[in-house]
């Protein structure tokens, strides 16, 4: 069973441009989260996809978007790049949207904007 | 404000001491709750979670936690810490509701082992 994975690992940015970032979710899971976790800090939710639509966000401004795809796989999209948005970047994914299912989490992605 | 309290950012012991890693939380009805780990380099694995019932839960690796109502903590512990437990720990609530999980992390407490 394949688990979480997510890509790229690493990512560098100039203040305002936009980033992609990937997450392949686990094998009959068909819900992803995504989270924030700026250095030394806990992760935040940014939002969560179930079954192709946002299921809930978090605290953070449109310019982070997302989709998911048929496949549940899914995309975390931030526009207009700020120097704060430097964070490493989770997703998770579970078999169902609510809060008994556990997530499991990919490596994260590391993404340095200057 | 529903939040997630780890009072301590950094925890020494030494190889084969007992742990224990304190959580509180602040929330409006009891939450599940859940502690998870990262290792350098890795995502969070999942030690273990309460939803209900025994107030004593036993997860992975041989951590356990005790949920307490009156005292809103949820603290992890482990009788005897080997060397590879070294990482840090994340304490989360999510609501015990149907619909959006959003989980809220404390802020991690980093463990180091001792040799």
């Known amino acids: 069973e394949t688990g979480v994975t997510q890509s790229p690992t690493h990512l560098i940015k100039t203040r305002g441009q936009q980033v992609t970032l990937r997450c392949s979710s686990q094998s009959g899971h068909n819900t992803v989260s995504w989270y924030q976790q700026a250095l030394g800090q806990g992760p935040q939710f940014i939002f969560q996809y179930y079954r192709e639509e946002e299921n809930g966000r978090g605290n953070f401004p449109p310019r982070f978007s997302g989709l998911q795809f048929p496949n549940y796989s899914s995309e975390l999209n931030v526009n207009a790049l700020e120097l704060d948005d430097s964070a490493l970047y989770l997703c998770?994914?579970?078999?169902?949207?609510?809060?008994?299912?556990?997530?499991?989490f990919g490596p994260g992605t590391r993404l340095t904007v200057l | 404000a529903q939040s997630v309290t780890q009072p301590d950012i950094h925890i020494t012991v030494s190889e084969g001491a007992s742990l224990e890693l304190r959580c509180n939380y602040s929330y409006g009805a009891t939450p599940y709750l859940f502690w998870y780990v990262q290792s350098p380099g890795q995502g969070l694995q999942l030690l273990l979670k309460y939803f209900s019932g025994d107030t004593l839960v036993q997860g992975i690796k041989g951590f356990e936690a005790e949920f307490k109502r009156s005292q809103s903590s949820f603290n992890l512990r482990k009788p005897s810490v080997h060397w590879s437990d070294a990482a840090e720990y994340f304490c989360?609530?999510?609501?015990?509701?149907?619909?959006?999980?959003?989980?809220?992390f404390g802020t991690g407490t980093r463990l180091k082992v001792l040799a």
């Open positions: 998770a994914s579970s078999r169902g949207g609510t809060s008994v299912d556990t997530q499991y």
């Open positions: 989360a609530v999510a609501p015990a509701t149907s619909g959006t999980y959003k989980y809220i």
